[in-house]
């Protein structure tokens, strides 16, 4: 039987050999795949690695805080922050159709990464934590005709022309298996059972246009929700949840005034790989409380709802 420590220990010699003496840049997400990538490249080669956190303002609430302390302050890796929201959000203008959203994520990820590159005196590698399920899905759906679902900005969504070569040391793992590499690494409990968080972040929650002040009124209402489902001790028993803000408009009443406000949904499923899903059933007062909550404090969101489809026929994200 394959133990996570062999497969730590003969990746640990394959990255060494596919790296050589050459630098590599790794990208992290702030999510789990990412983080256990660094980290097992790290142990590899060391401070040929250069870990790069970019911000393109579709980052969650806290997000760039939390990472920035975990490689900088609890690793000692050096990280390079990357204040991106500008370059992100001008080329988000009048972008609305969901995998133009992704090809343009993907690349303008790739172009940061290669100035930083450069920077650096040249990488020739770029690390990712791509994992078997994002493979599988970017190629074809699993007893499906052979489509693209959605170009995942760890695979598919990558531009064809691009200097460096990958590293992706977590290709063959399912997410269950890289959160007990993430534990054999001393990964702190919390960041290993972090709930799985796309590339393309809150981008790929706003149907339709994404503007700074749509992510700013996302990442409010996404924080009320989040914090209410730990403060019920619900995150663990949940796969993934978040909030989605629709380009919808509905009239409301707040005191004796009349209200015309964005819709926002809130899912969350159960899941094992993240290939298939189930909505989560919340307990009867959980999702009532939560919507006054979010509909009190968020200005610009006056309805909430809650999405009840399976994966499939429906993906875990909207778009
Ligand atoms: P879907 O929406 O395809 O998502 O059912 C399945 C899982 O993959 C995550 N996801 C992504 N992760 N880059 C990532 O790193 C992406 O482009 C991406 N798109 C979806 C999604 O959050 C869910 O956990």
Redesign the pocket.
């Known amino acids: 039987d394959w133990t996570m420590a062999e497969f730590r220990a003969a990746k640990i010699e394959e990255i060494r050999a596919q790296v050589g003496t050459d630098k590599v840049i790794c990208g992290l ?1 702030g ?1 789990v ?2 983080s256990v990538a660094a980290l097992l490249i790290h142990e590899a080669i060391g401070d040929q690695l250069t870990c790069v956190f970019v911000d393109g303002g579709i980052l969650r609430a806290g997000e760039a805080e939390q990472v920035v302390s975990l490689f900088r302050e609890h690793y000692h890796i050096p990280l390079v922050h990357v204040e991106a929201q500008d370059l992100f959000m001008d080329g988000l203008k009048g972008v609305t159709d969901p995998e133009a959203k ?1 090809k343009f ?2 690349k303008t990820f790739i172009d940061v990464f290669e100035a930083e590159a450069n920077r650096i005196g040249g990488a020739r590698f770029l690390a990712q ?2 994992l078997y ?2 493979v599988i ?1 970017s190629v074809s759906f699993t007893g499906g005709p052979s489509v693209t ?7 598919g ?1 990558l531009p064809e022309r691009m200097n460096m070569a990958l590293v992706e040391p977590l290709r063959e793992l399912f ?1 269950d298996e890289v959160r007990v590499l993430g534990r054999e690494l001393g990964l702190p409990d919390v960041f290993v059972g972090r ?6 972040g809150l981008a ?1 929650r706003i149907p339709g246009e994404v503007t700074r002040e749509r992510c700013d009124i996302l990442r409010k209402a996404d924080a009320i929700y989040l914090e209410e489902i730990r403060a019920a001790g619900l995150y663990d028993a949940i ?2 949840a ?1 909030a989605v803000l629709l380009p919808v408009r509905t009239v409301g009443v707040m005191g004796d005034a009349r209200t015309y406000d964005h819709v926002l949904a809130l899912r969350a499923v159960t ?1 094992t790989d ?2 298939t ?1 189930q909505a989560f059933q919340f307990p009867g007062d959980f999702l009532p409380r939560v919507s006054t909550r979010i509909i009190n404090e968020v200005k610009g969101v006056n309805r909430v709802v809650y999405d009840y489809t399976s ?1 499939p026929p ?6």
């Open positions: 997400s999510g795949d990412s992704r994520i993907g934590g791509t399920p994002d899905e679902i959605k170009s995942h900005h760890n695979v969504g997410k709930h799985p968080f796309p590339g393309p790929i796969w993934q978040f899941s993240g290939m899903a994966k429906g993906t875990i994200e909207w778009e």
